[in-house]
Protein backbone atom coordinates (compact mmCIF):
# COMPACT_ATOMS: atom_id res chain seq x y z
CA UNK A 1 0.00 0.00 0.00
CA UNK A 2 2.08 2.84 -1.50
CA UNK A 3 1.55 6.86 -1.76
CA UNK A 4 0.79 5.84 -5.64
CA UNK A 5 -1.95 3.31 -4.87
CA UNK A 6 -3.50 5.15 -2.28
CA UNK A 7 -3.79 8.23 -4.54
CA UNK A 8 -4.87 5.70 -7.34
CA UNK A 9 -7.78 4.58 -5.04
CA UNK A 10 -8.54 8.16 -3.63
CA UNK A 11 -9.46 9.63 -7.25
CA UNK A 12 -11.51 6.34 -8.31
CA UNK A 13 -13.15 7.04 -4.75
CA UNK A 14 -14.08 11.03 -5.72
CA UNK A 15 -14.44 9.72 -9.36
CA UNK A 16 -17.25 7.71 -8.10
CA UNK A 17 -19.03 9.97 -5.45
CA UNK A 18 -19.34 12.63 -8.29
CA UNK A 19 -20.19 10.53 -10.61
CA UNK A 20 -23.30 9.26 -7.98
CA UNK A 21 -23.95 13.20 -6.91
CA UNK A 22 -23.67 15.62 -9.34
CA UNK A 23 -24.59 18.85 -8.41
CA UNK A 24 -25.61 17.11 -5.16
CA UNK A 25 -22.08 18.00 -3.99
CA UNK A 26 -22.68 21.60 -3.69
CA UNK A 27 -24.62 20.66 -0.62
CA UNK A 28 -22.46 18.69 1.26
CA UNK A 29 -19.63 21.59 1.02
CA UNK A 30 -21.72 24.09 1.89
CA UNK A 31 -23.11 22.12 4.99
CA UNK A 32 -19.11 21.25 5.66
CA UNK A 33 -18.49 24.71 5.48
CA UNK A 34 -20.70 26.30 7.28
CA UNK A 35 -20.00 23.48 10.47
CA UNK A 36 -16.90 24.36 10.53
CA UNK A 37 -17.52 28.23 10.80
CA UNK A 38 -20.17 26.83 13.45
CA UNK A 39 -23.15 28.14 11.12
CA UNK A 40 -24.98 25.20 10.52
CA UNK A 41 -28.21 24.50 11.67
CA UNK A 42 -28.50 21.35 14.19
CA UNK A 43 -30.74 19.46 11.34
CA UNK A 44 -28.09 20.31 8.80
CA UNK A 45 -25.25 18.63 10.47
CA UNK A 46 -27.13 15.42 11.16
CA UNK A 47 -28.09 15.07 7.60
CA UNK A 48 -24.66 15.84 6.83
CA UNK A 49 -24.07 13.16 9.07
CA UNK A 50 -26.29 10.69 8.04
CA UNK A 51 -25.18 11.47 4.47
CA UNK A 52 -21.27 10.13 5.76
CA UNK A 53 -22.69 6.93 7.10
CA UNK A 54 -24.08 5.89 4.03
CA UNK A 55 -21.02 6.59 2.08
CA UNK A 56 -18.91 4.38 4.46
CA UNK A 57 -20.95 1.82 4.74
CA UNK A 58 -21.03 1.80 1.13
CA UNK A 59 -17.29 1.85 0.57
CA UNK A 60 -15.88 -0.59 3.25
CA UNK A 61 -18.79 -3.38 3.31
CA UNK A 62 -17.19 -6.10 1.19
CA UNK A 63 -20.34 -8.98 0.71
CA UNK A 64 -19.73 -12.37 -0.62
CA UNK A 65 -21.51 -13.41 -3.82
CA UNK A 66 -22.45 -9.99 -5.71
CA UNK A 67 -20.61 -6.97 -4.64
CA UNK A 68 -22.26 -4.33 -6.26
CA UNK A 69 -25.56 -4.71 -3.78
CA UNK A 70 -24.31 -2.72 -1.28
CA UNK A 71 -24.39 0.22 -3.66
CA UNK A 72 -27.99 0.88 -2.50
CA UNK A 73 -26.52 2.25 0.63
CA UNK A 74 -25.47 5.29 -1.19
CA UNK A 75 -29.36 6.12 -2.12
CA UNK A 76 -30.16 7.19 0.77
CA UNK A 77 -27.51 9.71 1.15
CA UNK A 78 -27.88 10.84 -2.48
CA UNK A 79 -31.72 11.85 -1.49
CA UNK A 80 -30.67 13.49 1.33
CA UNK A 81 -27.81 15.74 0.03
CA UNK A 82 -30.86 17.09 -2.46
CA UNK A 83 -32.21 18.66 0.53
CA UNK A 84 -28.84 20.33 1.65
CA UNK A 85 -28.34 21.22 -2.08
CA UNK A 86 -32.00 22.84 -2.05
CA UNK A 87 -31.23 24.67 0.99
CA UNK A 88 -27.25 26.07 -0.30
CA UNK A 89 -29.63 27.09 -3.69
CA UNK A 90 -31.81 29.26 -1.73
CA UNK A 91 -29.03 30.89 0.37
CA UNK A 92 -27.56 32.16 -2.87
CA UNK A 93 -31.10 33.71 -4.10
CA UNK A 94 -31.29 35.47 -0.39
CA UNK A 95 -28.34 37.47 -1.26
CA UNK A 96 -29.74 39.20 -3.65
CA UNK A 97 -27.29 39.15 -6.19
CA UNK A 98 -27.98 39.32 -10.10
CA UNK A 99 -25.08 36.51 -10.53
CA UNK A 100 -25.65 34.18 -7.71
CA UNK A 101 -29.25 34.20 -8.66
CA UNK A 102 -27.99 33.42 -12.46
CA UNK A 103 -26.07 30.81 -10.84
CA UNK A 104 -29.31 29.29 -9.32
CA UNK A 105 -30.85 29.33 -12.44
CA UNK A 106 -28.06 27.71 -14.50
CA UNK A 107 -27.83 25.17 -12.17
CA UNK A 108 -31.07 23.69 -11.96
CA UNK A 109 -31.58 24.13 -16.31
CA UNK A 110 -28.41 21.90 -16.22
CA UNK A 111 -30.11 19.58 -13.83
CA UNK A 112 -33.65 19.42 -16.15
CA UNK A 113 -32.80 17.11 -19.23
CA UNK A 114 -32.14 14.13 -16.42
CA UNK A 115 -35.18 14.88 -14.96
CA UNK A 116 -37.24 15.02 -17.65
CA UNK A 117 -36.08 11.17 -18.77
CA UNK A 118 -36.78 10.28 -15.38
CA UNK A 119 -40.00 11.48 -15.55
CA UNK A 120 -40.55 10.27 -19.42
CA UNK A 121 -39.98 6.55 -17.48
CA UNK A 122 -41.89 6.97 -14.87
CA UNK A 123 -44.91 8.23 -16.54
CA UNK A 124 -44.82 6.07 -19.89
CA UNK A 125 -47.46 3.39 -19.72
CA UNK A 126 -44.59 0.92 -21.66
CA UNK A 127 -43.79 -1.80 -19.00
CA UNK A 128 -39.94 -2.54 -19.78
CA UNK A 129 -40.87 -6.62 -19.53
CA UNK A 130 -44.57 -8.28 -19.23
CA UNK A 131 -45.49 -11.96 -18.42
CA UNK A 132 -47.76 -12.95 -21.25
CA UNK A 133 -51.14 -13.57 -21.06
CA UNK A 134 -50.92 -17.38 -21.67
CA UNK A 135 -47.63 -18.15 -19.51
CA UNK A 136 -50.21 -16.56 -16.87
CA UNK A 137 -53.20 -19.37 -17.72
CA UNK A 138 -50.13 -22.02 -17.17
CA UNK A 139 -48.37 -20.32 -13.69
CA UNK A 140 -52.29 -19.88 -12.89
CA UNK A 141 -52.63 -24.07 -13.48
CA UNK A 142 -49.34 -24.36 -11.59
CA UNK A 143 -50.23 -22.91 -8.75
CA UNK A 144 -53.31 -24.79 -8.13
CA UNK A 145 -51.26 -29.03 -8.54
CA UNK A 146 -49.69 -30.29 -5.09
CA UNK A 147 -46.35 -28.62 -3.80
CA UNK A 148 -43.11 -29.68 -5.71
CA UNK A 149 -39.94 -28.73 -6.91
CA UNK A 150 -40.15 -27.21 -10.59
CA UNK A 151 -37.83 -27.39 -13.34
CA UNK A 152 -37.07 -24.49 -15.68
CA UNK A 153 -34.63 -24.54 -18.53
CA UNK A 154 -31.54 -22.31 -17.96
CA UNK A 155 -32.23 -18.52 -19.26
CA UNK A 156 -30.83 -17.86 -22.12
CA UNK A 157 -30.20 -13.96 -22.92
CA UNK A 158 -29.67 -14.77 -26.56
CA UNK A 159 -33.52 -14.72 -26.58
CA UNK A 160 -33.73 -11.45 -26.38
CA UNK A 161 -32.14 -10.68 -29.87
CA UNK A 162 -35.60 -11.94 -31.20
CA UNK A 163 -37.05 -9.10 -29.26
CA UNK A 164 -37.73 -5.44 -28.51
CA UNK A 165 -39.64 -3.56 -25.49
CA UNK A 166 -41.35 -4.87 -24.16
CA UNK A 167 -39.90 -8.23 -23.50
CA UNK A 168 -41.90 -11.04 -22.52
CA UNK A 169 -40.27 -11.37 -18.70
CA UNK A 170 -38.93 -14.77 -20.04
CA UNK A 171 -36.56 -13.14 -22.58
CA UNK A 172 -35.84 -9.95 -20.27
CA UNK A 173 -33.22 -11.58 -17.95
CA UNK A 174 -32.94 -14.41 -15.09
CA UNK A 175 -35.96 -13.62 -13.13
CA UNK A 176 -38.09 -15.72 -10.20
CA UNK A 177 -41.12 -14.96 -11.89
CA UNK A 178 -42.31 -18.85 -12.15
CA UNK A 179 -41.23 -19.21 -8.18
CA UNK A 180 -43.50 -15.86 -7.73
CA UNK A 181 -46.27 -16.46 -9.59
CA UNK A 182 -46.84 -20.32 -9.27
CA UNK A 183 -45.85 -20.59 -5.62
CA UNK A 184 -43.68 -23.76 -5.88
CA UNK A 185 -40.26 -24.06 -5.06
CA UNK A 186 -38.28 -23.70 -8.54
CA UNK A 187 -34.96 -26.12 -9.22
CA UNK A 188 -32.80 -23.12 -10.74
CA UNK A 189 -32.99 -19.98 -11.77
CA UNK A 190 -32.31 -16.39 -10.78
CA UNK A 191 -28.16 -16.99 -10.09
CA UNK A 192 -27.69 -13.71 -8.96
CA UNK A 193 -30.00 -13.90 -5.86
CA UNK A 194 -28.86 -17.14 -4.79
CA UNK A 195 -25.50 -15.47 -4.73
CA UNK A 196 -26.35 -12.86 -2.11
CA UNK A 197 -27.92 -15.36 -0.10
CA UNK A 198 -25.18 -18.24 0.01
CA UNK A 199 -26.84 -21.13 -1.58
CA UNK A 200 -24.83 -23.19 -3.00
CA UNK A 201 -25.74 -23.90 -6.73
CA UNK A 202 -22.35 -24.52 -8.79
CA UNK A 203 -22.74 -28.35 -9.37
CA UNK A 204 -26.45 -27.97 -10.11
CA UNK A 205 -25.55 -25.65 -12.58
CA UNK A 206 -23.09 -27.47 -13.88
CA UNK A 207 -24.76 -30.73 -14.39
CA UNK A 208 -27.78 -28.64 -16.63
CA UNK A 209 -24.73 -26.86 -18.81
CA UNK A 210 -23.42 -30.60 -19.43
CA UNK A 211 -27.15 -32.02 -20.11
CA UNK A 212 -26.76 -34.19 -17.31
CA UNK A 213 -30.85 -35.54 -17.13
CA UNK A 214 -29.77 -37.13 -13.89
CA UNK A 215 -31.29 -33.32 -12.66
CA UNK A 216 -34.21 -34.14 -14.05
CA UNK A 217 -34.84 -36.55 -11.18
CA UNK A 218 -34.92 -33.64 -8.90
CA UNK A 219 -38.01 -32.24 -9.57
CA UNK A 220 -41.63 -33.11 -10.32
CA UNK A 221 -42.60 -30.49 -12.59
CA UNK A 222 -40.84 -29.20 -15.74
CA UNK A 223 -42.23 -25.83 -16.65
CA UNK A 224 -41.51 -25.31 -20.56
CA UNK A 225 -41.61 -21.85 -22.02
CA UNK A 226 -41.61 -22.93 -25.99
CA UNK A 227 -39.65 -20.13 -27.22
CA UNK A 228 -36.67 -21.66 -25.35
CA UNK A 229 -36.39 -24.34 -28.23
CA UNK A 230 -34.33 -26.73 -25.83
CA UNK A 231 -33.71 -29.71 -27.33
CA UNK A 232 -31.59 -30.98 -24.43
CA UNK A 233 -34.62 -30.67 -22.18
CA UNK A 234 -37.22 -31.70 -23.96
CA UNK A 235 -35.11 -35.11 -24.46
CA UNK A 236 -34.48 -35.55 -20.86
CA UNK A 237 -37.98 -35.28 -20.63
CA UNK A 238 -39.08 -38.11 -22.73
CA UNK A 239 -36.16 -40.23 -21.78
CA UNK A 240 -36.83 -39.69 -17.64
CA UNK A 241 -39.49 -41.99 -16.55
CA UNK A 242 -42.50 -40.86 -15.00
CA UNK A 243 -43.13 -37.50 -16.59
CA UNK A 244 -46.38 -36.94 -18.43
CA UNK A 245 -47.71 -33.65 -19.99
CA UNK A 246 -50.72 -32.36 -17.79
CA UNK A 247 -51.10 -28.46 -19.59
CA UNK A 248 -50.07 -27.10 -22.82
CA UNK A 249 -51.06 -24.59 -24.66
CA UNK A 250 -49.54 -21.86 -27.45
CA UNK A 251 -46.30 -20.66 -24.93
CA UNK A 252 -46.09 -23.15 -22.37
CA UNK A 253 -45.92 -27.19 -21.64
CA UNK A 254 -46.14 -28.84 -18.27
CA UNK A 255 -44.98 -31.63 -16.79
CA UNK A 256 -45.75 -33.91 -13.80
CA UNK A 257 -43.29 -36.43 -12.76
Given at each position: ????????????????????FGVRILGLVYTLKNSLTR??????????????FSIVLNIFFVQKGQWWNTVQFLYYGVFLSTIL?????????????????????????????IDIDLLRDFTSFKSLSYVPQKELAALGFLKKQPNG??????????????YSYPFPLFADNDSSYVAALSEKQVHLSTLGQLDLVGVDYKQRLKNLQRNDCDEMKNVKYAYIVKEYHDHYVMKCINSTNGFNKIFENDSVSIYQR
Open positions: MGPRLFLIELFTLLLYIFLNKAQKWEVITFCVIITVQFLFSLLEENNKFLTALVILIVITTLPTVFQPLYNPKLSES
